[in-house]
């Protein structure tokens, strides 16, 4: 991002460094990852409460969302302590816009579904 402080004007340093590739990489893999494991089980609790003959309820979810959030911090805390004990070259800014956006796309993209069916 050295380019940046040359008003653009500069010719070298003009891709990403290593530790924003390795921010997104690690960002979208456990955003992607994240976000799976949700729907994934968003799916089996409409079906399940469809065989029963039940509307979906939020209720039912909770237990199995707060692992799923244990599992999404445990994965942060796990990529800060290794950016810092093992010296990876992480930037963590990079990895939480990323996992943001990685989470935040099939998010909305089952929420739209999820509005047309109710329609």
Known sequence: MEW???????????TMDSSAVL???LGVFIGGTYAWMQIRA??????RMRRDGKSPSVAGMV???????????TALVLVQVGSQKLGWNVNLVWLMVSLAVAYSIPF???????ASRNK
């Open 23 to 25: 921010g997104t990489v």
């Open 42 to 47: 968003l799916r089996r609790h409409e079906d």
């Open 108 to 114: 909305f993209w089952r929420l739209k579904d999820v």
């Open 4 to 14: 940046l402080s040359c008003g653009g004007r500069c010719r070298e340093n003009k």
């Open 63 to 73: 237990p199995g969302s707060v692992m799923r959030v244990t599992m999404l911090l």
